[in-house]
Every structure is written in structure tokens, then in C-alpha cells.
């Protein structure tokens, strides 16, 4: 598999303060990736990270109300796994010792070529693969890719149709929270409720132990 396909499977943070900035890079992102979130200083940003589901955070290091380095350093504070990289204006050597503690893909400085940052990008999903952040645990023999689309059951393949797959997947990112049922109609763009129902019972049929629970009168529950 071409490496940065796997993006498309992915949501990015990228967080400056550099209005024009946050418009060219957030078209390549687009490209490449399933959800661009933006925030222009680090204030906004932890906001967003910790209300959505992020998996690479690309930060300027030089911002209002709470810096880049800042930033990363709090979400370090609790987060060791999530893939970073700084871009700077600046080759500052004290920024640069600054960045070592935090664990980044990166350092980059302003001005950049894009086939620099195709390469941190392929490096990320790399990292993705190796670490299976794709592959979510159901139970000790089984998990759901979310690569291939797939739940994989003792080493059978269990393929889901584009609607199964919508669902698990909005689902597994709302995980341990109560979904309505309207919500998961929209994400079907019905309104037919027999149709969700039908839907969750054959999802469940492919997994090996039912994980997605009805909550009467309001919506569904996912729990592993």
C-alpha cells in the first residue's frame, strides 16, 4: 500500500498564527488527510485536542496566548504517543535544544519545500503502520482495520459493506459515549430506522462478541 493513502483514515491539527499560512498548508492537508482542524495559538488548540480525535499535531513555534513549544509541552504532560512536528521561522538553537524533549517527528524551518514536508508525512504514516494505529482491539483474537475495512476474527477476514463501516468507525471514535440514533441516521443520510437497526445487527453478527449496545430511547453505545 502507497503509505500516505493511509492518511485518509487520519485527522491533523496545525496550529499557527499566520492567517495566509493556515490557508496554503490547510489545501495540501486536505489533500492528504480526512480531517484538517485549524487553531491559531496554542490556547485554541488544546481546546480542539481535547474535544476531537487527532492523531498528527503540526505547530509554529512562535504564537500569541500559549507558544508552540508550550503547547506540545502540555499535551506531553499526559499524551507520549501522539505524533508532533514543529515548523519554525526561525533556526534558533535554543529552540531546537527546546524541541529535543518533546518527541518530534521534526524540527522544520520557514521557508520549507513541500517535498520536505511529503517526506515527514511519509515518515508519520510509517510510524502509523508500525505501531498498528490502525488496528482496534475488539477482543484478544480480534480487531477491526481500519486500512483494509475489515474485522478480523483468529486470523479470518470479515469484509464490511461502505454503510457497516461508516457506522464502526464514528462509532469507535465516540467510544464509551451514547450516540443518537438521529446522528447515526445522518451519517446514513436516512431516516430509516429499520435500516440502522439492521445494520448494527450484521455488525455485530461479525464480531465475536457484541460490543455495540442499543440504549433505549436514545441511541447506541460502543465498549470494548
Same mark, same amino acid.
Given at each position: 500500500m502507497n503509505n500516505l493513502k493511509i492518511l @485518509?483514515? &487520519? +485527522?491533523?491539527l496545525y496550529v499557527d498564527d499566520d492567517v495566509k499560512a493556515c490557508e496554503h498548508l490547510s489545501l495540501i492537508l486536505?489533500?492528504?488527510? +480526512? $480531517?484538517?482542524?485549524i487553531a491559531n495559538n496554542g490556547e485554541e488548540a488544546f481546546d480542539i485536542y481535547n474535544k476531537k480525535t487527532c492523531h498528527l499535531l503540526i505547530v509554529d513555534y512562535d504564537m500569541p496566548i500559549m507558544n508552540g513549544y508550550e503547547f506540545l509541552s502540555k499535551i506531553r504532560e499526559t499524551d507520549t504517543n501522539i505524533s508532533a512536528f514543529i515548523i519554525s521561522s526561525y533556526d534558533d538553537k535554543i529552540k531546537l535544544k527546546n524541541a529535543i524533549k518533546l518527541n518530534l517527528l521534526e524540527y522544520m524551518c520557514k521557508p520549507y519545500e513541500l517535498s520536505e514536508l511529503k517526506n515527514v &508525512? &511519509?515518515?508519520?504514516s510509517k510510524e502509523i503502520e508500525k505501531k498498528n494505529l490502525l488496528k482496534f482491539t475488539i477482543t484478544n483474537t480480534s480487531y477491526y482495520d481500519m486500512s483494509k475495512k475489515i474485522i478480523v476474527d483468529k486470523n479470518i477476514n470479515y469484509p464490511l459493506t461502505s454503510f457497516e463501516v461508516k457506522i464502526i468507525e464514528y462509532l469507535l471514535e465516540n467510544e464509551n459515549k451514547i450516540v443518537r440514533y438521529d446522528i447515526l441516521l445522518d451519517? &446514513? @443520510?436516512? $431516516? +430509516?430506522? @429499520?435500516s440502522l437497526i $439492521?445494520?448494527?445487527y450484521n455488525i455485530n453478527k461479525k464480531l465475536p462478541s457484541k460490543i455495540?449496545?442499543?440504549v433505549k430511547d436514545l441511541g447506541y453505545k460502543m465498549s470494548r
Amino acid at each position: 500500500m502507497n503509505n500516505l493513502k493511509i492518511l @485518509k483514515e &487520519l +485527522n491533523v491539527l496545525y496550529v499557527d498564527d499566520d492567517v495566509k499560512a493556515c490557508e496554503h498548508l490547510s489545501l495540501i492537508l486536505n489533500y492528504y488527510f +480526512n $480531517t484538517v482542524f485549524i487553531a491559531n495559538n496554542g490556547e485554541e488548540a488544546f481546546d480542539i485536542y481535547n474535544k476531537k480525535t487527532c492523531h498528527l499535531l503540526i505547530v509554529d513555534y512562535d504564537m500569541p496566548i500559549m507558544n508552540g513549544y508550550e503547547f506540545l509541552s502540555k499535551i506531553r504532560e499526559t499524551d507520549t504517543n501522539i505524533s508532533a512536528f514543529i515548523i519554525s521561522s526561525y533556526d534558533d538553537k535554543i529552540k531546537l535544544k527546546n524541541a529535543i524533549k518533546l518527541n518530534l517527528l521534526e524540527y522544520m524551518c520557514k521557508p520549507y519545500e513541500l517535498s520536505e514536508l511529503k517526506n515527514v &508525512l &511519509l515518515r508519520f504514516s510509517k510510524e502509523i503502520e508500525k505501531k498498528n494505529l490502525l488496528k482496534f482491539t475488539i477482543t484478544n483474537t480480534s480487531y477491526y482495520d481500519m486500512s483494509k475495512k475489515i474485522i478480523v476474527d483468529k486470523n479470518i477476514n470479515y469484509p464490511l459493506t461502505s454503510f457497516e463501516v461508516k457506522i464502526i468507525e464514528y462509532l469507535l471514535e465516540n467510544e464509551n459515549k451514547i450516540v443518537r440514533y438521529d446522528i447515526l441516521l445522518d451519517i &446514513l @443520510k436516512s $431516516t +430509516n430506522q @429499520k435500516s440502522l437497526i $439492521t445494520i448494527i445487527y450484521n455488525i455485530n453478527k461479525k464480531l465475536p462478541s457484541k460490543i455495540i449496545h442499543n440504549v433505549k430511547d436514545l441511541g447506541y453505545k460502543m465498549s470494548r
